[in-house]
Every structure is written in C-alpha cells, then in structure tokens.
C-alpha cells in the first residue's frame, strides 16, 4: 500500500496536477513554438512612432486639436483677417493674440498752407544768422548751395574747416601762436564740438595749414583769408 501511494503521488506531480491542466514541459514546448513564431506579448509591443508614417494618422484624424495647429495651421479667416477685401489687410488685423480688429488710423489732413515748397534761402541771408544757425546748416544739408554759403559765411567770420578732424576751428581772440612756420602753428583754438554743440578750447593745439580747407571762391567771398587776421595759408606757388 506504501509503495503504490508513492506511485501515485510521483505520477500526479510529473503530469503537473489534476487532470486538465497542462503539464510543465507542454507549457515549456507552448512557449517555445510562440516564441519561434515570432509572437509577442500585448503588454511588451512599442508604442507606435511619432515621428514615423504611423504617427501621421493621429494628424490626419485631427483628434488633437493642438498638433492640428501645429501641423496644419489656423484658417485666417477665423482671425478677423478679410482676405477678399480690396483694402489692405493691415488696417483690419492687429494680432493673431488679440480678438478685437486694430482701430482705423485717423485721417489727417495737412492744411494747403502747408503744401507749397520753402523759399530758396538767399546768400544775403547768411549774415544775419546766428554762429549756430551756419553751424547747423552746414551740417544738416550736405551737398546743397546752402551748405556752401553757411561755409562761405563762417570763413568770413574767422573760422576753417579742418579736413582731417571734420570741424571748424578759430584762433582764441587777442592770443597768438606760440610757434609760427611756413607749414603749421601753435596755438590756442575754439574748437566746435558737433557732439556737445558747443565751442570747445584746445591749447597747444599744433595746427597744419595742409589740413586746412580754403574758403569758398563765391562772389561774395570775404576777403583772404577770413576774418580772424591771425589764421593764414600760404598761397600756393
């Protein structure tokens, strides 16, 4: 009676329980066809790519309403923008982030007054304007008669145009040079600063007559070499 019990429970534990159950080694061979299959688990396949020709269906779809914009992007009409208009569309959109339509700019009308072309400036006028005034003209108007009677008046007040540092220059009244030559001199200046619009002194400023530029030759010239008696260019022979 023994023996046939233990008979009885080795046959029981190699079938692998009750009657209906798989046994292990048909559990074993079952895994083994499904994996040379080719077979996965549901719960193990990947995601599919976002990037790749599946991740289109979800655009296509349109079940995202934020990757639709993103890919597709937002009909305009629906910005308040009027693409039928014969007008342009500025006038109408302001901003794709602002729901109300940009306010129509007013229309201003300049006076008839106001539309007619300023008068030529006439070379009389120049001596009658301020030291400032030339100034300004001579460096607002490049180019133009006008800039030319500005320079044409400030040499006849005393002041030249240095060619190589852009500016006007005058010799301080009642000084002389320090040291004279043929070529240069020394001295104490007025600089005009356009930065600080204003007169800046220099002292012992060496002045080269090369870098001088002569006056204008207008008909109303003032005589050589200006002004300032001080300040003169050897003529050339």
Known sequence: MTHQRQCTHMTSDTQGGPPGTPTQQQQMSQQQQHSSAGGK?????AA???FGLLGLLSVIRMTDPDLTTLALGTDLTTLGLHLNSP????????????????????????PACYLHNPPR???????????????????????????LFAADELASRGWWFHR????????????????????????SY????TNMWECVRKDSFH???????????????????????????????
Do not use: H
């Not at 688990?41 to 396949?45: G, H, K, L």
């Not at 007025?190 to 600063?193: A, H, K, L, W």
């Not at 870098?211 to 070499?225: D, G, K």
């Open 41 to 45: 688990n549901p719960s193990q396949q």
């Open 87 to 110: 007008e342009n569309v500025y006038k109408t959109f302001q901003s794709p982030w602002v729901d109300n339509p940009l306010r129509p700019e007013p229309d201003f009308k300049v």
């Open 164 to 187: 190589e540092g852009k500016v006007w220059l005058t010799r301080i009244p009642n000084t002389e040079p320090l040291l004279k030559t043929d070529r240069y001199e020394r001295g």
């Open 121 to 147: 400036l006439q070379p009389g006028y120049f001596s009658k304007f301020q030291q400032d005034t030339l100034f300004f003209i001579f460096y607002s108007m490049p180019s133009d008669e006008a800039q």
């Open 48 to 50: 599919p790519d976002r």
């Open 190 to 193: 007025y600089v005009f600063d």
């Open 207 to 237: 002045l080269q007559y090369d870098q001088l530029e002569r006056p204008p030759n207008l008909p109303r010239s003032a005589p050589q070499p200006g002004g300032n008696p001080g300040i003169s260019i050897p003529s050339a022979k």
